[in-house]
């Protein structure tokens, strides 16, 4: 998939983006229920409804294992160029009506077709797993200084009604990441379920905490109409008050299931991401600037095709500014064996994630076996030393937050 340049007559460099066109993928990705539903309505067989899951948790991950990594850079010179490209911002513009879309087309299937109580909770689900990429879209979008993409990065995260995710991930996540202070960064040892427990409402209060320093600073109550995080929740309100309306009090559990799925999908890419990563500090007892080598990476073709290049999450966390189709690979960096949703999978077995990625995680070139350069669960730490600690045990060094 590797892209070409070229110098062109006058001397300009010139590059060709062979994923160009393929990146519609994820515009189109968030539409998978409409196929769904699309062959229930044909047919009558509600195990279509399983369909989108199928597709996520089994086809993709085949496919990515089947069709490799790429791991091919857009030349540095010629980042600015392909950062200027209005195409690729369009598509991030265009996939944000079409999570609406895909919410409301599943919501009046669920409510207005004669479908068993199973499947209305399985549309429910399926349209969760589509707004969990919602969430995504608004992780591109809420990195970007535009005002336009700061609005609709309100507006597509309305939709799972996690308005509250950019204040936390830029202003939190990234300053904390891959330190046992970040709840959204996962200990060795922490299974999925448990980190849920930890990530969910932790990430809340802390997005709450920022904004309100926020608008302290600025003489503004918590509840002043410039609240960041209210505004998002005012659209969910909203919504959901106007899906309501339409298609009445079934709608209620509906957007329950939507809403703790999609919650669902934002925690297992966190939990893949940084899975014991170890930020070290310096002799003044602050934390290292953040590497590359802090976020677990995944090169898979066709999961990133669908999440925007999420899976370069190394290089995202060194230059979060840095749009998706510029992200970049480096050499000896944490690997995942597989894309996301493969890893999803295995994460949601956790014997079998600790069984692969503990041994991947010990391994790495900057731990090479040693536990004090591992962010480990607190609960599980005397286990993991009995298993990889070398004939020695030590009192943690840094301490956990308090409620985290």
Known sequence: MKGYTAVLPDGELHYVDRKRWLWLLSVVYPLQPFLAIWLHFKTGNELWFLLPFATSYIIAPLLDWAIGEDRNNPPEEIVMQL?????????????????LIALVGCVWYATSA????????????????????????????????????????????????????????NRG?????????????????????????REIPSAFRRAWQIEKERLTLRGKSVWHRSNAIL????????LSAILLWLFGWSVVPFLFLHNVFAYWQLTSANYV???????????????????????????????????FHLERHSDHHAHPLRRYQSLRHFEDLPSLPNGYFGMYVMAYIPWLWFYVMDKRLMALPHVQGDLDKVNIDPDARASLFLKWGRDKMVEPTITDIPGL
């Open 83 to 99: 950062d200027q490209d209005r195409y690729y911002r369009w598509l991030t513009y265009a996939v944000v009506p079409l999570h």
């Open 114 to 169: 004669s479908v068993s109580w199973w499947a209305f909770v399985l549309i429910a689900i399926t349209a969760g797993l589509t707004s969990g990429l919602a969430i995504n879209t608004g992780h591109e979008l809420g990195h970007k200084n535009s005002k336009i993409e700061k609005l609709l990065a309100k507006v597509v995260l309305a939709i799972p009604a996690y308005g509250h995710f950019s204040i936390e991930h």
């Open 173 to 197: 996540h990234h300053r904390d990441v891959s330190t046992p202070a970040d709840p959204a960064s996962s200990r060795m040892g922490e299974s999925i379920y448990k980190f849920a427990r």
């Open 231 to 238: 505004q998002s929740y005012a659209m969910t309100a909203a």
């Open 273 to 307: 991401e940084h899975y014991g990563l170890l930020r070290q500090r310096d002799v003044r007892g602050r934390y290292e600037r953040c590497q590359p080598h802090h976020s677990w990476n995944s090169n898979h073709i066709l999961s990133n095709l669908v999440m």
